[in-house]
């Protein structure tokens, strides 16, 4: 293992670093501060296999992270997609959501939701409507019941008469 993580309350810290390269590069892009780290970022490197989480590694470690710090596994699937694409991710403002930087110099906001959430056009476009007015471009991530993640673009648009 490159990186060993400890619990320590509410949060996740760096308990010991044996690959200095991968944690440079995690405080490099903010991933890693005063030795934090955010709960899905732990499980995004413990399910890759390169960190343990209090001892234990793989899903075990990813599903205690998940159980521990009350995240949705939906949430954290589309978390260790776009880290696994390279993309820079963090968690968002509003409920449900995560930023990702989309390397065109903007960001988007991401709204996680499961096959069969209930949501209805309203809510969808006020989310929408408020990405749009943080200067986020809006995108839902539905995560089906086998864990495949479908990407789609939500722009909420006015009313044309």
Request: glycine fraction near 8%; charge should be positive.
């Amino acid at each position: 293992m490159k990186i060993h993580f400890k619990t320590k309350g509410d949060t996740i810290e760096v308990d010991k670093c044996l690959d200095t390269e991968l944690c440079t590069s995690m405080a490099r892009l903010n991933l890693i501060n005063d030795s934090k780290v955010e709960p899905l970022e732990a499980a995004h490197q413990a399910a890759l296999g390169r960190a343990t989480v209090d001892g234990i590694t793989g899903w075990e470690a990813v599903v205690n992270v998940l159980q521990a710090f009350k995240i949705k596994l939906s949430m954290f699937l589309v978390y260790h997609d776009l880290r696994k694409r390279g993309r820079k991710v963090r968690r968002g403002a509003r409920s449900g959501t995560l930023i990702v930087d989309t390397g065109k110099g903007k960001l988007a906001e991401i709204l996680v939701l499961e096959e069969g959430t209930p949501m209805t056009l309203e809510k969808l476009a006020e989310w929408s409507r408020g990405a749009s007015a943080s200067n986020h471009e809006p995108i839902v991530a539905i995560v089906d019941r086998a864990g495949v993640i479908s990407y789609y673009e939500a722009r909420a648009t006015s009313h044309i008469s």
